[in-house]
């Protein structure tokens, strides 16, 4: 492999994105037919190793990037990305689990709706039809605790649990069965 065809490889790992040929140019300091040349060659030896790795063209530039027969690896190694919403979405559902989505919903608001889809899929927790109620059961996975490195929630939780359905049935205003008693 030429000099130029290794800094390229070396500025697409560095930068983890695609970029386009004026911007590795422009990086690697050398032309725009350089650059062509030495991303041919990369996407040539790429193709004739056998490696985990390929320098592919996208929309957005040149990539280098694990091929798509590794995705499913990647998401049992590499760490789950959430927002702060998500996180703490996650989190009451771990201080509660198993907890109802309605009783979610009614602590974090109708945002947690997206956040249960976006935490199933990434595998931190598990929804499933409660038998007794309209309403889907939720609880956190293995998964979560193992990227959380926890074993076991602390019970004292269960308290705060019952002191927070305890505000929640003091905030409602009572119900016209209650009225007419």
């Not at 040539?44 to 390929?54: F, G, I, K, T």
């Not at 998964?143 to 003091?170: A, C, G, T, V």
């Amino acid at each position: 492999m030429t000099l130029e065809a290794s800094k390229i490889e070396a500025i697409l790992y560095l930068k983890g994105k695609p970029l386009l040929i004026g911007e590795i140019a422009a990086v690697a300091k050398c032309d725009r037919a350089t650059a062509e040349e030495g991303i041919i060659e990369l996407i040539d030896e790429y193709a004739r190793r056998d490696s985990a790795l390929e320098v592919i063209e996208t929309p957005q530039g040149y990539s280098l990037q694990l091929r798509s027969h590794f995705h499913e690896l990647v998401q049992t190694l590499i760490p789950v990305e959430l927002g702060v919403g998500a996180l703490r979405t996650l989190a009451a559902i771990a201080l509660n689990s198993p907890m109802l989505q309605s009783d979610l919903i009614n602590l974090r608001g109708s945002g947690a709706y997206q956040h249960v889809v976006e935490l199933v899929e990434q595998g931190c927790v598990r929804k499933r039809r409660s038998g007794d109620s309209r309403s889907f059961s939720l609880q956190v996975t293995p998964k979560f605790h193992q990227y959380f490195q926890i074993d076991q929630l602390p019970q004292p939780f269960s308290n705060i649990k019952k002191e927070r359905q305890l505000e929640l049935e003091l905030e409602s205003p009572p119900s016209a069965t209650a009225e007419s008693a």
